[in-house]
């Protein structure tokens, strides 16, 4: 089945106040702009400087999304057109998004990224953790970072049960921080295989790569 058919049959399976993020990580420009003729405009990378080398090459319609982790030093390089970054686990990570936002006198819209599977391996924040940075002085002073509201990913299983579970917890904090910070309106999470529960427990955005572009390149 071609990107066009998959996108369209995705787009038609889901509601129309869910945001489709295109996770295109190693794919082309032409693959890439496949999804852009069908309609798509929000892509999401894993690597900075390949997100960089898209940015400058396609559409400036395109809004790009940074879904894997980042690393502090790799910021700069996406910090004049990033329109959301999704990994945030860190303040000392907030701090250089916040540094490097000034220098482009924008503010740059975050997502901060909850630890809820079983595997060791995923990145990010505990409950505890996550209202510490909240309501921590140094969160306070950055002005050029905006939370939009929070990422996470499920362990990576077939038992839905868990999954729902873990979603429907994600789901429990960040209702949470929607009462201390109103503003919040963004829930990523679901991707190729599960999204369908995601959305079922509270997720506003879902990100999907291989239902659309195929199996990812190595």
């Given at each position: 089945?071609?990107?066009?058919?998959?996108?369209?049959?995705?787009?038609?399976?889901?509601?129309?106040?869910?945001?489709?993020?295109?996770?295109?990580?190693?794919?082309?420009?032409?693959?890439?702009?496949?999804?852009?003729?069908?309609?798509?405009?929000?892509f999401?990378?894993?690597?900075?400087?390949?997100?960089?080398?898209?940015?400058?090459?396609?559409?400036?319609?395109?809004?790009?999304?940074?879904?894997?982790?980042?690393?502090?030093?790799?910021?700069?390089?996406?910090?004049?057109?990033?329109?959301?970054?999704?990994?945030?686990?860190?303040?000392?990570?907030?701090?250089?998004?916040?540094?490097?936002?000034?220098?482009?006198n924008?503010?740059?819209?975050?997502?901060?990224?909850?630890?809820?599977?079983?595997?060791?391996?995923?990145?990010?924040?505990?409950?505890?953790?996550?209202?510490?940075?909240?309501?921590?002085?140094?969160?306070?002073?950055?002005?050029?970072?905006?939370?939009?509201?929070?990422?996470?990913?499920?362990?990576?299983?077939?038992?839905?049960?868990?999954?729902?579970?873990?979603?429907?917890?994600?789901?429990s904090?960040?209702?949470?921080?929607?009462?201390r910070?109103?503003?919040?309106?963004?829930?990523?999470?679901?991707?190729?295989?599960?999204?369908?529960?995601?959305?079922?427990?509270?997720?506003?955005?879902?990100r999907?790569?291989?239902?659309?572009?195929?199996?990812?390149?190595?």
């Open positions: 089945m071609s990107i066009k058919k998959n996108l369209l049959k995705i787009l038609d399976d889901l509601p129309k106040e869910i945001i489709l993020v295109a996770v295109s990580k190693t794919k082309s420009n032409e693959e890439i702009m496949e999804a852009y003729k069908v309609g798509q405009r929000v999401g990378e894993n690597k900075i400087q390949e997100m960089a080398l898209k940015w400058s090459e396609l559409p400036k319609d395109i809004e790009w999304h940074m879904i894997g982790h980042v690393q502090t030093n790799k910021v700069k390089y996406m910090s004049e057109f990033v329109s959301l970054i999704h990994g945030v686990d860190s303040l000392k990570l907030l701090k250089e998004i916040n540094k490097q936002a000034i220098k482009h924008r503010k740059i819209n975050c997502l901060l990224q909850m630890h809820i599977a079983q595997e060791q391996t995923k990145f990010g924040l505990n409950e505890k953790e996550l209202f510490e940075l909240i309501d921590s002085y140094e969160f306070g002073n950055l002005k050029n970072v905006n939370v939009k509201g929070l990422m996470g990913m499920a362990t990576f299983t077939d038992n839905e049960v868990q999954i729902r579970k873990e979603f429907s917890y994600l789901n904090i960040y209702l949470k921080l929607k009462n910070i109103p503003d919040l309106n963004v829930l990523s999470m679901g991707m190729s295989g599960d999204y369908r529960i995601a959305i079922q427990q509270g997720s506003t955005m879902v999907i790569g291989s239902s659309i572009f195929g199996i990812r390149n190595n």
